[in-house]
């Protein structure tokens, strides 16, 4: 599966997840190695740096915006091998 197929698929299901949410692909053209996407959830927020599996080439920064943001609030490396863990925690995080 392509990362964009991925991340398209995964769109659809965060917003059936957090009912109401917000999701939109962030501009790492504008910042290098910002995460993929922006979720904005009742007064919460989080960030997912879309991978096409867990061995896929991490671009430069993708490291230091994904724990600078998790720092902050939430921001996790998601793939097909680690999806449902993420989400997981993602709903833990949205619901604390």
Partial sequence: MLESEFQNKL???LKRMFKGC???KLDSSHI???PDLL???NDKWAT???KKSVRAKK???QEYYVGRMNE???SRFICPENK???LHDLQQAFCS
């Fill in 11 to 13: 769109i659809q299901e």
């Fill in 84 to 86: 449902e863990e993420v």
């Fill in 32 to 34: 290098q190695g910002i």
């Fill in 72 to 74: 902050m609030s939430f």
């Fill in 22 to 24: 917000i999701v939109t």
């Fill in 48 to 50: 997912l740096e879309c």
């Fill in 59 to 61: 671009q430069p920064n």
């Fill in 39 to 41: 979720i904005l959830y």
